[in-house]
């Protein structure tokens, strides 16, 4: 492979855009206490980050073919250095929300559409499919490696050293960048305000109202929101459908838009006829499916390990190493079966994998953690998305031409960052919600005094926060509970978050169930040295 320096500059910065959200993800005990939140706010937090990505990726990607896509790369870094260095500094949850979830996001949706089409600029042939071999193996290595630089540093430094290398990693990326080709003139195309308004918003609602449903309810109105004592659920129906019918009539309608405009000669946003290209429309959604299944998986794993189990950062981050071991020896091992296996064969390979993976945690949730059992399912969850990462990324860009690049580096942002946002948001909201109703049912059928369930069902009325299992018992005792009944409080929370990470499991073996069925488009054949494709099903 040719030009190596190229594929290291686009790599580190693919590793920064990748490694925030696991970094985050095994310190939120540890950012909770410190900026003085709930877990709840980290989830929101969590899923703005990817959100604002997906909500705008498809204009970053624009920027980048009017601005040049190199000039974007430089300009998208800089902006996500701004934005790790105010989380590093951030006093409140606010200032991170700021500088982490809309900062950062703003910046990663020039730098990561840029890198797709750079690769494709800088590489032909088999170096480009080996280029984009390393990329995926390098998100997965950010995705493997997070919890345990993240659980390190939060042990025994701060959490906020992460982000102050990552602002002396894009610092060096910026620098270096010359190194990189950018062989594609600029256009001269107008933006579509409109259509980036409509998929931006559409997106939002959506994913805001499936975050929201722990609170709200997803149909019948739970907890809704009150206006002048006024609960707002419209027609009797909870808010989260209503965004979510909203959100969906504006994508759907954005979709309608780009087509018109299509029609009418006028530059789109996308050309959404690409979705009608079986491949692509395949890779896609394999790899929406991909992040929404990592998001929840690493989201609801340091929670069960931190808040039930009452592990600190570094420890968490040692029980997730199996799978950051398994995750990088798989991404290799994809790009060499490649060579003799088609994508498809070794996509649906990585999916069965993850499925079974998923089985074998959710068999490990016990108070005191199977841990051989939980070992062996990180290890072949990493082993399933290895996988999966060694062949999306050459799967997508190969179902276009090279003019069509950056504009398919943007879908593949929008997708990928799309799924971390509903992983995240819908695996949290069954969690959360999982566990205020079996904590509900939990005391109503405790033998604690009516008047403590009373006082225990009234302040839990608007949901149950996550907090470690180790508090409970005070909480209870600080809350009026005598030392019996807060030790009972305290074994019913702790059954409760078993019985909610259970369900939680099980939502994520029908959502790496349900991906096979996207995989039908992926490619039966295999390539070549010499660029002819065999056909191997």
Request: charged share 10%; glycine share 10%.
């Amino acid at each position: 492979m040719k030009k190596r320096s190229v594929v290291i500059v686009l790599g580190a910065a693919q590793f920064v855009m990748v490694l925030d959200g696991t970094v985050m993800n095994v310190s939120i005990a540890t950012v909770v206490d410190d900026l003085d939140t709930t877990v709840a706010a980290m989830q929101a937090a969590i899923t703005f980050y990817t959100l604002t990505m997906a909500a705008l990726m498809l204009l970053g990607a624009k920027l980048g073919d009017i601005l040049g896509r190199r000039r974007a790369f430089v300009i998208g870094s800089c902006v996500y250095a701004l934005g790790s260095l105010i989380t590093a500094v951030s006093p409140n949850v606010a200032f991170l929300f700021l500088g982490w979830s809309v900062i950062e996001g703003l910046g990663a949706v020039l730098v990561i559409p840029a890198i797709a089409a750079l690769v494709a600029d800088n590489y032909a042939g088999s170096d480009r499919i080996t280029a984009f071999a390393v990329i995926g193996a390098v998100s997965g290595a950010a995705v493997a490696a997070g919890p345990l630089i993240g659980g390190f540093v939060t042990t025994y430094f701060s959490w906020r050293y992460v982000f102050v290398a990552e602002v002396v990693i894009m610092a060096a990326v910026v620098v270096a960048a010359r190194l990189v080709d950018d062989r594609t003139p600029r256009q001269t195309v107008r933006i579509d305000v409109v259509g980036v308004l409509l998929s931006s918003v559409g997106l939002v609602l959506v994913v805001f109202g499936m975050l929201q449903s722990k609170t709200w309810g997803w149909v019948s109105p739970a907890a809704s929101p009150e206006i002048a004592g006024v609960e707002i659920a419209p027609l009797g129906v909870s808010l989260t459908s209503w965004f979510m019918v909203v959100g969906g009539a504006l994508i759907y309608a954005f979709f309608r838009r780009q087509a018109w405009l299509v029609a009418q000669r006028r530059s789109p946003l996308v050309h959404v006829e690409m979705f009608s290209i079986t491949q692509l429309r395949s890779g896609l959604g394999v790899l929406g499916a991909q992040y929404a299944v990592t998001a929840g998986l690493f989201f609801m794993v340091p929670v069960y390990l931190q808040m039930t189990l009452g592990l600190d950062p570094l420890q968490t981050g040692i029980r997730i190493f199996p799978l950051s071991i398994s995750l990088i020896l798989f991404s290799v091992v994809g790009t060499r079966l490649s060579r003799s296996w088609s994508p498809r064969r070794i996509v649906r390979a990585g999916q069965l994998v993850l499925v079974f993976s998923a089985i074998l945690l959710l068999g490990s949730v016990t108070p005191d953690l199977r841990g051989g059992l939980f070992a062996v399912g990180m290890f072949l969850a990493g082993a399933a998305l290895g996988l999966l990462a060694s062949q999306i990324g050459n799967v997508n860009m190969s179902a276009v031409t090279e003019k069509e690049t950056s504009e398919v580096g943007g879908l593949q942002g929008v997708f990928q960052n799309l799924g971390s946002s509903l992983g995240t948001a819908l695996i949290g909201s069954i969690l959360v919600g999982s566990l205020t109703s079996t904590f509900a049912a939990g005391i109503a059928s405790s033998e604690l005094p009516t008047a403590a369930q009373g006082l225990i069902t009234e302040a839990t009325a608007n949901g149950v926060d996550i907090v470690p299992a180790d508090t409970v018992d005070a909480i209870g005792q600080d809350a009026g509970l005598s030392a019996d009944e807060a030790s009972e409080l305290s074994s019913i929370y702790r059954e409760s978050q078993l019985s909610s990470l259970r369900v939680a499991f099980f939502g994520l073996i029908l959502i790496s169930a349900l991906s096979l069925a996207l995989s039908r488009g992926i490619p039966t054949k295999v390539a070549t040295a010499s660029g002819r494709q065999t056909e191997n099903p």
